[in-house]
């Protein structure tokens, strides 16, 4: 700031030279953000105030991020105030975010800032496409947006209002508005919000419930305090709150219970992890041993551990030690993943346990005295069949083409499958039930070999440089989904795999083996693996 | 049925005399027009001004009582010459439109109209679709007033100057035989605020007085020598006579001190933020008590030379505050003072952004420099002004920028027209890719990710047109796009007409959803709601047909992925010649939902069996590839984590708000994904049969699963 000896000619006569009270509301389209606008004008008006909203309507209104502003101020000597038609950057202030990217997307804007601004936003995540879309893991750095609301917002109101509002049978925005009350910005009591909510005329118990349990949590914070340590790692999948990623921190390791037929048999194995295998791989020894004893039965959980302990002991020769194992530690869970690969029998098995028909009821909001029924939506191909069939009745089934194309023109078409009607029922549990036939199954022997293949190759690598051993471990994630996609995946996998032993003697190599598989996953869709192996190619 | 209601609304326009009028800007202006004594309204739907056709529509009632004829143009064309009514009768009459597209397509007509003059007002409701939301090319109508010699009306962002200068206009326009603009700006349309109302006028000279005593008048239509006659008209009556209105009703205002070293010009529609931005500087406060000269051009053409020289004189420099470009009142500025002989200086465009928003930030940044070159005094001791710049250079604001991903406008949860780009997809990964030449509407969205079709798109309904250079046979065809909304407004003959009178080879799908959806669901020729006041339900079918097509197939639930992929294919590789017409039809979700959610609700409360669908994912079978939803983009299809250690990405996710329209079983099952979809039929109030077969069924099956659990091992952890 300069000395100026200039004096304004404008006399700073008090209320008069004061800006109005500026609200800006960031939404996606289609989110209610329009009711919320209205409501603050009433809210105004009510008040005698003078308010003004402007919005951006059109395409983004269908489902793209779109912003409305409000500005409020009280007449003065029968004089209106002039207001602003849209936010300006640092000086607005109210944000009010109805999703936690789009606050990251106002701070961008440069409309939230430290010397005025209360952020109110709501934590919960609607992805937008491009971390939907993303092969394997895109979606957004929750933790990046919470650094910057850090940083910029004088005062903000964070919690998830979309599940507040549900919880309380209402939208968004009546929870956004109780957080607007409880922050005190605007200089109206609370009843004054409900009037205006009451006026409304639609909804008003719903909207003025969650209304107050917004104003009392924005308030008083959490009514249950969060647990600092939540639960070690489960094999129930259960969904998290979105954004928030699985922790496998496994100093507290809960306790296996095997059950069924078999149970003394996993029982012993589980007793194997424990004795053998290092402490830093158990908690992922213990969830894939579970997995494949899931997959198959307690011999295959044996054989798996036979795989990792072989991968472990090449671990302690390659000074795994150093390394807190993580060459045993990647192998337990890779390894379990390729082992129980996705067969027809895994599918309908799945589709035929117990336990599914009580959670689809419960993801779909089930209400008492409603009935469903489910379908698939199938479509299997002879590749799928024929994997099924013994491995050297398969073989010369491969050698008839005449004969496979006939089959498979019968085989290959969408099928949609009444799961729970017995015909259905019956089909699919018979085919859940071919684990007998697995193990010489053509499909078998193909997994088995690419994974003595992969294992071999970590094997060779890992003395010399331990970290790409633990890299080709990895590769296994390449490899995932069905049919048209699966065939992409093992291409991708041999590939990467063989470019990864062209550069095996770089002393870089583990730190480019991690660009080709993360390359590789995205690979067709934002990736260039071709590229990138050309690329490295360039260097010699 | 439009998707948004009015009919609350409407209600407001019966205010009468000294009545407080308090609603969006659209509802007001409305408002001005029955003020001013309408005989006939019309226009076309578009953002800004889709509210505006949907307020008219849901006003019929009331404009009935006043004799006011409403008609839904057919496009933009049609609602200008629809003006015409004015040129021999003493009617008034307004349309509107999205502009500049709309004036695009109406100047034909508008300069038609405008050669001839008027008699009765006549009134374009501008749109001006600008800046930031706009869905638009960046132009600015200015030039077509300019080009066509119409007025052009740019109110300050008032509700009460707005519907008075809508009142103004008509006069302006029948004192100077000359169609006029009312431009308003898209925040400003939406914009709530208030006003004190005037009763509504009935027109005096109705529409039947002019159709029972017909008049003509060679010498008002555009043929020479007439045509001559009427730009000599123009310059020498029409114009003078204009500028004399303008001054004599001080439409332009003139704010703040009368002397000052410096002064600022502004078109109306600048006024607010002029204001804050002066604020800001401490050159205002918050009721535009201004300490710097305004002159305020509520009508920026024709410019008033006079009153610019009168502000000009004794000023050592002046301002020009004008959105857009080219700098049309800064070089009319400049000629005016040059030709007066008058040496303050002129600032503009030197100063302020050539293109784009003038927001707060942008006048700020801009008056700092005109003040600091000009009047550094003015700038007095400088109270601190907004800025954020110093927060956006925060580390942990730039590390955001990398982290936000952008998020793209998309079809509804739901949208008929995903499937079509499914297909189209899958199509293409069959045969190759193929040249797509996409329209306006929804269905441009298919140029975003996840489905990224559509090379060009050349203007509304003109999608089926832009692929007419590929009419040639031999290489792969073109496929183009329309929306019904596209063909009706005139894709029928500048597209498909086209295409079958010059043997186009290509294939040509119109995507017919019912509505006019991407402007708000309005009816259209081809509707099958329904409609009191318009006839609907005539079939594009029958008018693809009628023109003269011949290989035409219509696709009735475009949810059927593997049907609309086999047309698709059938189109692109069969030997018959000539445009290849797909026609998918499904009502829009957005409207279906709108319609058929309180009917469904209602029965299911009364206790009748309703049936409801919608899909899942099977978290355990999904693998994390998310190949369904590049083929999808459905809001409702989401992604969530899985507490697995074992599981490194996230899964498949539907939520709650899935309408069960099936598009991601039908596409998991078509592109052969992966059988992790199902769909949930879920049976409200079931009739005893339902609940007796469930409970046989669900024994049976609890029998299977329990003899197959004691069989297994599994386990548990605790």
Redesign the interface.
């Known amino acids: 700031m300069r000395d100026e000896t200039v004096k304004l000619r404008l006399e700073a006569a008090g209320e008069a030279t004061e800006r109005p009270i500026s609200i800006a509301i960031v939404a996606m389209g289609g989110q209610g953000g329009g009711v919320l606008t209205g409501w603050i004008v009433q809210l105004a008006e009510n008040a005698g105030w003078a308010a003004q909203s402007t919005s951006v309507p059109g395409v983004a209104q269908r489902t793209g991020a779109t912003i409305y502003y409000v500005e409020m101020m009280q007449p003065r000597d029968g004089r209106r105030p002039v207001l602003a038609q849209m936010p300006t950057p640092g000086d607005v202030d109210v944000v009010l975010a109805s999703e936690f990217v789009e606050a990251g997307r106002s701070i961008l804007r440069g409309i939230v800032t430290p010397d005025r601004t209360t952020l109110i936003a709501s934590s919960h995540r609607t992805f937008a496409i491009s971390e939907k879309s993303a092969p394997g893991e895109g979606i957004a750095d929750n933790g990046a947006i919470d650094e910057a609301v850090g940083v910029t917002a004088e005062h903000s109101i964070i919690f998830d209002m979309n599940a507040l509002a549900v919880a309380n049978g209402s939208v968004i925005s009546s929870a956004m508005f109780g957080a607007l009350a409880a922050s005190d910005r605007l200089p109206f009591g609370r009843e004054a919000y409900h009037d205006v909510i009451k006026a409304g005329g639609k909804g008003v118990a719903a909207s003025i419930q969650a209304f107050d349990a917004a104003f009392d949590r924005a308030r008083s914070g959490p009514a249950q305090p969060v647990p600092e340590d939540p639960a070690g790692p489960v094999i129930a999948p259960s969904a998290l709150a979105p954004g928030a990623q699985p922790q496998d921190d496994g100093h507290r390791l809960p306790e296996a219970r095997p059950r069924g037929r078999g149970a003394l048999d996993v029982a012993a194995l589980f007793h194997r992890i424990d004795t053998w295998l290092p402490a830093q791989a158990q908690p992922l020894a213990r969830a894939g041993l579970a997995k494949v004893v899931d997959f198959q039965d307690p011999a295959y959980g044996s054989e798996y551990l036979d795989e990792v302990e072989a991968i472990n002991a090449v671990d302690l020769a390659a000074g795994g030690t150093s390394h807190g194992f993580e060459l045993t530690a990647q192998a337990a869970k890779y390894i379990a993943n390729a082992m129980a690969y996705d067969d027809v029998v895994r599918v309908a098995d799945l589709k035929t346990r117990s336990a599914r028909h009580g959670r689809i009821g419960e993801e779909i909001g089930l209400r008492g005295g409603q009935l469903f029924a489910t379908t698939e939506y199938m479509h299997p191909r002879l590749e799928e069949v024929a994997g099924l069939l013994p491995a050297r009745l398969a073989d010369w089934l491969g050698r008839h083409p005449r004969l496979s194309g006939w089959l498979d023109r019968r085989i290959s078409k969408g099928r949609r499958v009444r799961t729970y009607s017995p015909g259905w029922f019956i089909a699919l549990y018979v085919m859940g039930g071919m684990r007998w036939l697995r193990r010489s199954s053509l499909r078998h022997r193909q997994e088995t070999a690419h994974r003595r293949d992969w294992l071999a190759l970590a094997t060779e690598l890992a003395p010399e440089n331990y970290e790409l051993g633990v890299e080709v471990i990895k590769c296994q994630r390449l490899i995932k989904g069905y049919s048209d996609t699966h065939a992409r995946g093992q291409s991708k996998f041999a590939r990467v795999t063989a470019e990864i032993r062209q550069i095996a003697m770089r002393d870089d190599a583990a730190q480019w083996a991690r660009r080709l598989r993360e390359t590789g996953i995205k690979d067709g869709e934002g990736g260039d693996l071709d590229g990138l192996i050309r690329t490295i190619r360039s260097f010699d | 049925m439009a998707e948004r209601s009015f009919a609350k609304e409407v209600e407001h326009l019966r205010l009468g005399e000294g009545e407080e009028f308090?609603g969006e800007a659209i509802l007001a202006i409305t408002k001005g027009l029955l003020q001013s004594g309408v005989s006939y309204v019309g226009g076309y739907q578009g953002?800004?001004i889709?509210?505006l056709m949907d307020v008219l529509s849901d006003a019929q009632e009331i404009l009935g009582e006043l004799g006011v004829n409403f008609q839904s143009s057919a496009n933009e064309a049609t609602a200008a010459a629809m003006l015409s009514a004015s040129v021999m009768y003493p009617l008034r009459g307004a349309v509107a439109w999205k502009s500049t597209v709309g004036t695009n397509v109406a100047s034909d007509a508008l300069a038609n109209l405008a050669s001839g003059g008027v008699t009765g007002g006549a009134m374009v409701i501008i749109g001006e679709?600008y800046g930031?939301?706009?869905?638009i090319m960046q132009e600015r109508t200015h030039a077509f007033a300019m080009k066509s010699q119409m007025w052009l009306l740019d109110p300050r962002?008032d509700h009460t100057r707005i519907v008075d200068l809508i009142e103004k206009g008509f006069e302006l326009s029948e004192a100077s035989n000359t169609p006029v603009m009312l431009e308003v700006r898209?925040?400003?349309?939406?914009?709530?605020?208030s006003f004190i109302a005037k009763d509504n006028v009935r027109p005096e000279f109705t529409l039947d007085d002019a159709l029972n005593n017909p008049r003509r008048d060679l010498d008002r239509i555009v043929l020479p020598p007439a045509a001559y006659e009427h730009e000599q008209e123009k310059i020498h009556k029409r114009l003078p006579a204009a500028i004399e209105f303008i001054k004599a009703n001080k439409l332009n205002e003139f704010l703040g001190p009368e002397a000052g070293r410096t002064g600022i010009i502004l078109q109306g529609g600048m006024?607010?933020?002029v204001?804050?931005a002066l604020?800001?500087l401490?050159?205002?406060?918050?009721?535009?008590?201004t300490?710097v000269p305004l002159y305020v051009m509520n009508v920026t053409y024709p410019v008033i030379a006079s009153e610019l020289e009168d502000f000009a004189r004794d000023k050592d420099a002046v301002l020009m505050v004008e959105e857009g470009q080219p700098e049309y009142l800064e070089q009319a500025l400049s000629t005016v003072l040059r030709r007066a002989g008058i040496d303050a200086r002129i600032h503009g465009k030197d100063v302020l952004p050539m293109g784009g928003?003038y927001?707060?930030?942008a006048l700020?940044g801009g008056f700092e420099a005109f003040f600091e070159q000009e009047d550094p005094?003015?700038l007095?001791?400088?109270?601190?002004?907004?800025?954020?710049?110093p927060?956006?250079a925060?580390p942990?604001?730039e590390?955001?920028?990398s982290?936000?991903?952008?998020?793209?406008?998309?079809?509804?949860t739901g949208c008929p027209e995903r499937p079509i780009f499914a297909a189209m997809k899958m199509v293409n990964q069959d045969l190759g890719e193929h040249h797509v030449s996409a329209d306006i509407g929804?269905h441009l969205?298919s140029i975003?990710?996840?489905f990224n079709l559509g090379a060009t798109t050349m203007g509304f309904g003109l999608g089926a047109a832009s692929a007419s250079a590929f009419s040639k046979p031999g290489g792969k065809r073109s496929i183009a796009v329309m929306g019904d909304g596209g063909f009706w407004h005139n894709g029928l003959t500048s597209g498909v007409g086209n295409a079958v009178y010059n043997k186009h080879d290509g294939v040509f799908v119109i995507v017919d959803n019912f509505y006019s959806s991407?402007t708000g669901g309005q009816d259209i020729l081809s509707s099958r709601a329904d409609n009191k006041t318009r006839k609907t339900g005539n079939p594009i079918g029958k008018a693809v047909r009628g023109i003269g097509a011949t290989w035409v197939r219509e696709v009735d639930r475009t949810y059927d992925v593997?049907q609309m992929k086999k047309v698709l294919t059938e189109a692109l590789t069969t030997k018959e010649e000539g445009p290849k017409i797909i026609i998918a039809s499904s009502e829009c979700m957005l409207n279906k939902q709108r319609r058929v959610r309180p009917i469904e609700a209602k029965a299911i409360k009364g206790g009748q069996r309703v049936v409801k669908q919608?899909f899942?994912v099977?978290?355990?079978?999904c693998?994390?590839?998310?190949?369904c939803?590049?083929l999808s983009?459905c809001?409702s299809?989401?992604?969530?984590?899985?507490?697995?250690?074992?599981?490194?990405?996230?899964v498949a996710?539907i939520d709650?708000s899935c309408v069960g329209c099936g598009n991601?079983?039908?596409v998991?099952?078509?592109?052969?994904?992966?059988?992790s979809?199902?769909?949930?039929?879920?049976?409200?109030?079931?009739t005893w049969w339902?609940?007796f077969k469930?409970r046989?069924?669900?024994a049976?099956?609890?029998i299977?699963?329990?003899r197959?659990?004691?069989?297994?091992?599994?386990?548990?952890?605790?």
């Open positions: 308090k953002s800004p889709s509210h679709d930031e939301g706009s869905s962002p898209v925040r400003t349309c939406h914009m709530h605020g006024y607010n933020n204001i804050r604020q800001y401490g050159l205002s406060d918050a009721y535009g008590n300490q928003d927001s707060v930030d700020l005094h003015a007095g001791n400088r109270p601190p002004r907004p800025d954020a710049r927060i956006l925060q942990e604001v590390n955001l920028r982290v936000v991903p952008p998020r793209p406008p998309g079809l509804c929804c969205f975003l990710p996840p991407a593997g919608r899942g099977d978290e355990d079978v693998t994390g590839d998310h190949a939803i590049r983009g809001p299809l989401s992604v969530k984590y899985l507490d697995d250690p074992l599981r490194d990405d996230p996710a709650n991601c079983g039908e998991s099952e078509a592109a052969v994904l992966c059988p979809f199902y769909r949930a039929d879920i049976i409200n109030n079931p339902d609940r469930h046989a069924s669900m049976l099956i609890g299977l699963q329990a197959r659990d004691r069989r297994r091992a599994w386990v548990e952890f605790a």
